[in-house]
């Protein structure tokens, strides 16, 4: 546990702000009145394209140079503070916050969250380019309550090492010509990413996955107004004042022969099986912006020995939920949880053992599985709600994992 945290956890405990119960024991699970019925998986598949962009993210890379993620984090400029006072959820491990401004900004909201355990796993204590990291996505509106306007990553370092600080990423498409390339917003949801080896993959709501490259972080010039983005003049590349921006390089496309198209609202990574998880924000009844059905959850293997898709993906499981407003996801071998931001449940499911649901956090959202070789492993997660955007991990096996 990072220092800052345990500080932060010590003194809540001391004021009496955190129940035992959140630390420690079972939420009291409940059977949950329906299980998940089994899809034939060849109704679902994947066509990638990894080169989608090279072309002009050469010349990108040519023209703006490229900065690690080490460098990345030493010119972290945001600090990360503490859990909010009486936060708790059962099973709490650990935790922070993002910076008042972060927590309180009605444009920007977070949304999926991976770690570097996920890109590399346990090895080498989990670090990517020498740092442990929490890495949530974020879409931004044009106005409080307004249209996604674009999108954007934070790397939150996770390490004792180094100082409590994170640093914005914005998400962009290149554009241009590969003689003046450029580049634009990618106003997604981005409600779901998992980190795998280098390639960062973003769920874009009606298409599948914007593909990412971590080594490919660009450097970019601060000034001009906040809404400039891309090529000024010469080389002169603005990105609302970020510093960095980290260029799409491919897109995963899903199809099915469903009737009903899928919603990829939310995603994860199984290290165990080397797949994405997958699952759908849907309604009972009465949603405009939603479907209005039951929700599937899908997995897609990766190919044999890679960190990439195959060109041609066909599932490997396909579920239909008997349960809604689903924003989370996550899978550990041959475990399932997702996330009802809805009903404020965490639901537990594996074949044999069935379903069982948990009293969970009001506004969650993603879920991504930390493996430990030295601890528990954890589930971590956040809350979208501004003003409550805590950003925290507990045991998986208070909620069902064993």
Known sequence: MNRHVRTTLRAALAAGLLVAGALAGAPGASAAAAAPTVLNTSAYTLSADYHQFDALNSALVSTLGTSAVHTVMDNANHDRQGLASGFSVAGLSTG?????????????YPQGITTSRDAIGTANSGNYDGHQLVLVSWYTADACGGDQQRSRITLV???????????????????????????????????????????????????????????KILNTDTGGTADQIGRQSGTVYYAHN???????????????????????????????????????????SGCTKYPNRPPRALRFPFASGATTFAATTTASQALRLPWYKLNGVASHNGRWWFNSSGQKQLYYWTPTAGPSAFAWVGGGESISYWEDSTGPDLLWSLQEPTGSRNVFAVTQATYGGG
Not at 96 to 108: A, E, L, V, W, Y
Not at 181 to 186: A, G, L, N, V
Not at 192 to 212: E, H, K, Q
Not at 259 to 273: F, G, H, N, P, Q
Request: a negative charge; charged letters at 25%.
């Open 157 to 215: 370092d996770w390490d004792a090492t180094y100082p409590n600080k994170y640093r914005k990423i914005l998400l962009v498409e290149p554009t241009g010509t590969t003689a003046a390339p450029s580049f634009k917003d990618i106003p997604i949801h981005a409600g779901g990413i998992s980190w795998y080896g280098d390639y960062l993959y973003v769920a874009d709501t009606g298409t599948g996955m914007r593909v990412f490259d971590m080594r």
């Open 242 to 284: 970020y510093a960095y921006v980290l260029p799409q390089v491919g897109t995963v496309t899903a199809h099915t022969t469903d009737t009903d198209k899928l919603a990829w609202s939310s995603i994860s990574l199984d290290r165990v099986s080397k797949s994405i998880v997958m699952t759908e924000y849907t309604c009972p």
């Open 96 to 108: 922070f916050r993002f910076d008042d401004g972060d927590d309180t900004d009605c444009r920007s």
